[in-house]
């Protein structure tokens, strides 16, 4: 990022530094993803719970599979 240039000042008047055109964007774009950044952070750990529900799901599917192969029909 560059330096914002130097501006000549009168004795009467102090230096006061105009805003960029960089920073100004920057300041507005904040403004305007601040609620985009929720929803984004929302959703990301809705998808890590879905996430997590599905592998205990399928890790349930697997013990039950598992115990179906392996069980022995009963004499009688």
């Not at 809705?46 to 349930?60: F, G, I």
């Not at 179906?68 to 009963?74: E, G, V």
């Amino acid at each position: 990022m560059q330096a914002a240039p130097l501006r000549a000042t009168t004795a009467t008047s102090p230096a006061l530094p105009l805003p960029s055109v960089t920073g100004a964007l920057r300041a507005v774009e904040a403004v305007l993803m601040r609620g985009g950044q929720r929803t984004a952070r929302r959703n990301a750990w809705t998808s890590v719970l879905e996430d997590r529900a599905r592998a205990k799901d399928r890790h349930e599917a697997e013990y039950v599979l598992e115990a179906a192969a392996t069980r022995r029909p009963h004499a009688t």
